[in-house]
């Protein structure tokens, strides 16, 4: 599976950015695409994932202001990030996986080369 991110860059604090991971390759059934971010000097943390069935999954601290959307062919999956705030600076990265939720993406199969988001205060 190959992933693309794009969307990413600069915005005010409380701006919205919409991220786009579009899929292509072994698009399986059980395939679970999510997004993660990483800022400068942290480890890389999980925010979202979708499966086909439409199921999603949130960590709870980024509940509320990310929403993860797609089709059920997850061609093409969104992150959309609202009331951004400057911690949310960070790389965000589309990862994928074959089984249920979070678990498959521990670790994820296939990652994305990753897309900038800068918030400035």
């Known amino acids: 599976v190959q992933l693309v991110e794009s969307g990413g860059g600069s915005v005010q604090a409380g701006g919205s950015l919409r991220l786009s991971c579009k899929a292509s390759g072994d698009i399986l059934d059980d395939l679970v695409i999510g997004w993660f971010r990483q800022a400068p000097g942290k480890a890389r943390e999980r925010i979202s994932c979708?499966?086909?069935?439409?199921?999603?999954e949130y960590v709870d601290s980024m509940k509320g202001r990310f929403s993860i959307s797609g089709d059920n062919t997850l061609n093409t999956v969104y992150l959309q990030m609202n009331t951004l705030k400057p911690e949310d600076t960070a790389a965000y990265y589309c990862a994928a996986g074959y089984g249920t939720g979070f678990h498959a993406l521990q670790p994820p199969a296939y990652w994305g080369r990753g897309t900038q988001v800068v918030v400035s205060s």
């Open positions: 979708i499966s086909r069935n439409g199921d999603t």
